[in-house]
């Protein structure tokens, strides 16, 4: 069955710095990935989407990159702020599938001053 | 504008207790998801409508879950006889047909 990882464990870093984060999936290529950013008692909320033809995508101070060969994305936050901490989940869709979102557990990403 | 709402936002049952859990997406959307998180998970997808039509019920973990929206609007999710395992947030999510889903704020269910 499809596997999506995210990094379990919280990022850290500090105020300014890029933050970084990563989504790895097994088998199958999705027709699309997307990233929802989620704050504590809180629905998801969309940030990115970027499809399996495409290899970046760029909105604002976010970066979206997805390898189909290496089944990867990344997640890129330029010049972060703590209001950017928050939970990141990655979300696969496949062709077919009513688009219904597969997630990943999420990473806890803490941006301090 | 509004956005999904849901209610309750809290709700504690005992268990064997049913349940019934409220979605109001955003108005004129064709479809619905209802999603189930537990804590420190991403969601998983229980069931999906496209209007009034169920088309994808795969998610729903057991036949004590049942999920209908009758006028293609409101979307009700109902757990019968609740079991601990139970215990998660439920999130349910409209789209107007595209890509990206608008989630609502989800509904903290704590079986005892």
């Known amino acids: 069955s499809q596997k999506i990882e995210q990094n379990s464990e919280a990022l850290n870093i500090q105020e300014g710095k890029t933050a970084t984060l990563t989504c790895n999936y097994t088998?199958?290529?999705?027709?699309?990935l997307q990233w929802y950013r989620q704050d504590p008692g809180r629905g998801p909320v969309f940030l990115l989407l970027?499809?399996?033809?495409?290899k970046e995508k760029r909105k604002e101070r976010l970066k979206v990159t997805f390898d189909t060969t290496l089944k990867q994305s990344l997640f890129h936050i330029t010049a972060s702020q703590p209001a950017d901490s928050a939970t990141y989940l990655c979300?696969?869709?496949?062709?077919?599938?009513?688009?219904?979102?597969?997630f990943g557990a999420g990473t806890r990403l803490a941006v301090h001053p | 504008g509004a956005g999904v709402s849901q209610s309750p936002r809290y709700k504690v049952a005992k268990r064997g207790q049913d349940v019934a859990l409220r979605c109001d997406p955003i108005?004129?959307?064709?479809?619905l998801f209802w999603y189930q998180q537990a804590l420190g998970q991403g969601p998983e997808f229980l069931t999906y409508?496209?209007?009034?039509?169920?088309?994808?019920k795969s998610g729903l973990p057991s036949d004590r879950f049942f999920a209908e929206r009758p006028e293609g609007s409101v979307s009700t999710l109902k757990i019968q006889r609740t079991q601990q395992e139970d215990s998660a947030v439920y999130l349910c999510?409209?789209?107007?047909?595209?890509?990206?889903?608008?989630f609502g704020p989800g509904t903290r269910l704590l079986v005892l």
């Open positions: 108005s004129g959307h064709v479809s």
């Open positions: 970027i499809r399996e033809n495409e």
């Open positions: 999510a409209s789209s107007p047909l595209g890509e990206t889903q608008y």
């Open positions: 409508f496209q209007n009034e039509a169920q088309l994808d």
């Open positions: 088998n199958y290529s999705p027709a699309y």
């Open positions: 979300a696969l869709v496949f062709s077919g599938g009513y688009n219904k979102l597969i």
